[in-house]
């Protein structure tokens, strides 16, 4: 069965109301645009639609924090105090379950690095269950953060949020396990301020505009964000999927209070292909150097030890993590060691495969494709 065959019979059972996929090696690139932008819709998909594409907001922002290394505007192994204050007194829960002022000191500062590589304390808590209602986690929801999921929207500002956040206690000791999200949270407030102006401003200067990624962003003018396609997600439990209406279009035509390193951006997949092809290429488009080859390589190399990538547990499925996206470290059902990318909550997803020339990328705004099967058949089937 082919790519094609495969989505399209998963559009027409309705899995998905439709999809675009782009498949490139070297100078060929297929792109494939199925069925329509809502369930009973009469919009077609098209090569240029615009999608929310959450988590793959990730290794873009980790690209804008290496090209602000490499301008020395900030340093890896630094402390994330320097830019953030509020962080300074941070101390650590002497357990994760237990109140929140029995903590301990951090053996050490958290460091930039730390928030690339998901190791700085904090993040989402997936064992003995998802978001348990532990006292961390409870207050973390009273201040509003939205520390896991988009939408609704935390209402706060960056320096605000990182305010509210730094009165919370750290769950672990910086560099002991991999925890999701958070760090690319705090790296976004962290970007801003190394750089002097909005994160939006610092993604589209040193990456967008020079990548031709003119849609690209945080938001959209409202006539193309009325063109999103609706959002659909199966909640757990339920058996049956539904849209989700809290990330309309009206959310999206206009600058976000919190702009998300974590999941806030839209593209498009030619747009986010070039992103993913300045990768492949080592960090040069067109002929111009945005990154160097050790910055990629930083990027695109696992940072954990074997008993973080096993105490990730389901979000890494057995992958490693470079900086700001996973990176495979034993031969799967999809191809060997050393393919990288991510996926997206909305139902996004891409990897390259450095060793086979290959990017691919599959935009749907279904959530329930990234876990029904259908993003590891596309995965399987972009080889072919």
């Known amino acids: 069965m082919t790519l094609h065959e495969a989505m399209a019979a998963r559009v027409e059972r309705g899995e998905f109301p439709g999809i675009v996929t782009l498949v490139a090696r070297g100078d060929q690139v297929r792109v494939d645009a199925i069925g329509t932008t809502a369930l009973g819709g009469d919009v077609p998909m098209r090569r240029d639609t615009v999608f929310r594409i959450a988590s793959l907001t990730k290794p873009v922002l980790a690209a804008a924090t290496m090209i602000l290394v490499e ?3 900030i340093d890896l192994e630094e402390p994330v105090h320097r830019l953030l204050p509020e962080l300074a007194g941070q101390r650590v829960l002497a357990r994760i379950d237990g109140p929140l002022d029995d903590t301990v000191a951090p053996h050490r500062p958290v460091t930039v690095e730390d928030l690339l590589t998901f190791r700085m304390g904090f993040g989402l808590i997936t064992e003995p269950s998802f978001d348990p209602p532990w006292p961390i986690n409870q207050r973390a929801n009273e201040l509003g953060l939205v520390l896991g999921p988009p939408d609704p929207r935390t209402p706060h500002g960056p320096d605000e949020w990182i305010r509210r956040f730094g009165t919370l206690p750290l769950m672990r ?38 990548l031709g990624m003119r849609e690209t962003g945080f938001w959209l003018p409202a006539t193309r964000a009325r063109e999103l396609p609706s959002y659909y997600l199966t909640e757990p439990g339920a058996g049956t999927m539904t849209e989700r209406t809290d990330t309309g279009p009206e959310i999206w035509s206009k600058p ?24 492949l290429d080592r960090g040069v488009h067109g002929g111009t150097r945005l990154l160097s ?24 499925g057995g992958a490693g993590w470079g900086l700001g996206m996973a990176v495979t470290v034993t031969a799967d059902a ?5 393919r990288y990318g991510w996926s997206g909550g909305y ?16 935009f749907t705004q279904v959530s329930d494709f990234l876990w029904s099967g259908a993003q ?9």
Not at 195 to 205: H, I, N, Q, S, T
Not at 259 to 277: C, N, Q
Not at 334 to 338: A, C, D, I, L
Not at 347 to 354: A, M
């Open 71 to 73: 301008d020395d505007l």
């Open 173 to 210: 000791q910086p560099g002991e396990q991999w925890q999701y999200n958070a760090g690319t949270l705090v790296l976004g407030v962290l970007l801003a301020r190394a750089a002097g102006k909005p994160l939006g401003d610092v993604l589209r200067e040193r990456l967008f505009e020079p």
């Open 256 to 279: 976000p209070v919190f702009p998300s390193g974590s999941g806030g951006l839209i593209s498009t997949v030619d747009e986010y292909h070039a992103f993913a092809r300045m990768l």
């Open 293 to 316: 080859e050790q910055s990629v390589e930083l990027m695109t190399s696992n940072r954990l030890t074997p008993a973080q990538v096993e105490s990730a547990g389901v979000l890494l």
């Open 334 to 338: 999809t191809s060997g060691p050393g």
């Open 347 to 362: 139902g996004t997803t891409w990897f390259n495969d450095p060793h086979e020339g290959l990017t691919a990328i599959a």
């Open 376 to 384: 590891q058949e596309f995965e399987r089937l972009a080889y072919l």
